[in-house]
């Protein structure tokens, strides 16, 4: 008779894994020697060919062969040459604290699925929402999957709070219109979350941002102020700190005294800048955060954390009311009366990994503070890294960078604004085809061209000013490569 497959969990999992682990990790040695690089060089339809191939072979060897071109395939943040998205190298400790999840495999919709889980993630919500702010025994929150589903949860609140919960939205009066305004540098997920919760996209008002991208307080007091002349409802401002190209922080105080004035909930996305609250140097910056009505954090990002490691926080537990549900499978009232405690009532998903262990090892691992000496390292890093853009006359800075985030762009030496366009894109490509270095794009607000810019997006701690020297090096050879191929 045939022994069905080891399972990871019971007395004899460690035992089952431990030999798979051995396997895993030399596959990912393997894997990143062969890349040896921030990415593979290869080009998408090659890389297409290679994964047909490994996954039509022998089962046999199908965790290390797999394992090998998944490390192989991948755009490694760790590599000092992997800078273009908000895509964080994680902590050694944050990887080995997921693994015991993984092996468990609890879920927090109930208190029977994960016990020491369940207060886990209630202790450090705690703790998260004294970070930003907020009142201990009034806050309330819950992990998420990012920034997309904490700004959805944000503007679903706000919706149903100004509203009224279960309203039927297409049949509201024209003089009640619902209305968003978020800045142009917003999110894009503020107009996707305005479209699911059946608002539509239009229904966001867009605010002018300065040149760093940063919301202009007047301007959003003049949006408000025009959306009710026009018989608008403002059911939320959204204000970001830390947008997604610059970094830039909106006017937290202001955002706030304007969405009191006008009965409007304030949704901070720190999905990005969050991570300064870890720092007391840059914590400053966020100055007004606990005045939120709801905030989102993602540690996946300025936290070191294994995705997802997303955090959404209301300052006061009562307006999570319109979430609150009761399956009698999950949470029945007597359970609840009896002391189990129920989290489903605070999530928009049902089956729920604890995504809360690992930070909570990694802050009683590092503390705070040990958190914060790695922002400040990444702060640092990108002041370096805007100098040597100064230094080299081939780049040009956009501005000065808020976090850890660094816009620039080529320079060619046509000033052509259609021609430093194609140059910036095409010398990206090309560093990328040649597995090189992975550099982000953007393009500022705007019509017209001379809008395209690359971004270095600089979250490795580990990564010194010489190696961002080098990119840079790399950046201005390609584009000058580029500016001499024809179009």
């Not at 002018?208 to 202009?216: A, G, H, I, S, Y």
């Not at 850890?404 to 816009?407: E, F």
């Given at each position: 008779m045939t022994l069905p497959p080891a399972l990871s969990g019971g007395t004899a999992g460690p035992g089952a894994l431990r030999p798979l682990l051995a396997r895993v990790l030399d596959a990912l040695a393997a894997g990143a020697a062969r890349r040896a690089g921030p990415v593979p060089a290869v080009r998408p339809r090659d890389l297409d060919g290679q994964v047909r191939a490994a996954l039509a072979g022998p089962g046999r060897d199908a965790l290390d062969r797999l394992t090998e071109l998944l490390a192989h395939g991948a755009a490694d943040p760790a590599d000092p040459g992997c800078a273009a998205h908000l895509h964080a190298p994680p902590l050694a400790v944050a990887v080995a604290a997921d693994l015991a999840v993984s092996a468990l495999n609890p879920s927090q919709d109930s208190w029977d699925q994960a016990p020491a889980a369940t207060a886990l993630e209630t202790a450090l919500l705690a703790e998260l929402a004294a970070l930003v702010g907020h009142l201990p025994g009034q806050a309330a929150g819950v992990f998420t999957g990012g920034g997309t589903e904490s700004n959805l949860m944000g503007l679903m609140l706000a919706r149903d709070r100004v509203l009224g919960g279960g309203v039927e939205l297409h049949g509201l009066p024209a003089g009640r219109a619902p209305r968003i305004v978020a800045s142009e540098a917003a999110h894009f997920s503020v107009q996707r979350a305005a479209a699911l919760l059946g608002l539509g996209e239009r229904a966001v008002l867009t605010v002018?941002?300065?040149?760093?991208?940063?919301?202009?307080g007047d301007a959003l007091a003049t949006t408000l102020a025009r959306a009710v002349r026009d018989g608008a409802t403002?059911?939320?401002?959204v204000a970001t700190a830390g947008t997604t190209d610059t970094g830039a922080i909106d006017p937290l105080h202001r955002a706030?005294?304007?969405?009191?004035?006008?009965?409007?909930?304030?949704?901070?996305?720190a999905a990005y800048g969050g991570g300064a609250l870890l720092s007391d140097r840059l914590a400053p910056l966020l100055d007004g955060i606990g005045r939120a009505d709801s905030v989102a954090l993602d540690f996946h990002k300025l936290g070191w954390q294994p995705a997802a490691a997303g955090v959404f926080l209301v300052r006061r537990a009562e307006t999570y009311a319109s979430l609150t549900r009761r399956a009698a499978y999950l949470n029945p009232a007597d359970d609840e009366e009896a002391g189990y405690p129920s989290l489903l009532g605070l999530s928009l998903r049902t089956t729920r990994r604890p995504d809360a262990f690992k930070l909570a090892v990694t802050l009683a691992t590092l503390g705070r503070a040990g958190l914060g000496a790695l922002v400040d390292a990444c702060h640092r890093l990108a002041a370096d890294a805007a100098d040597a853009v100064r230094a080299e006359p081939a780049l040009e800075l956009h501005t000065p960078p808020v976090l850890?985030?660094?816009?620039f762009r080529y320079r060619p030496a046509a000033a052509d604004p259609a021609a430093a366009d194609r140059v910036n894109a095409v010398l990206r490509r090309d560093l990328l085809a040649a597995g090189t270095a992975v550099v982000g794009r953007t393009e500022l607000p705007g019509t017209g061209p001379g809008r395209v810019r690359l971004k270095l997006t600089l979250l490795n701690p580990h990564t010194t000013p010489d190696e961002v020297g080098r990119l840079l090096g790399a950046v201005v050879a390609a584009g000058r490569r580029a500016e001499a191929r024809p179009d």
């Open positions: 002018p941002v300065d040149r760093t991208l940063r919301m202009d403002p059911i939320a401002v706030a005294d304007l969405a009191a004035q006008y009965g409007a909930w304030l949704h901070v996305d850890t985030t660094v816009v």
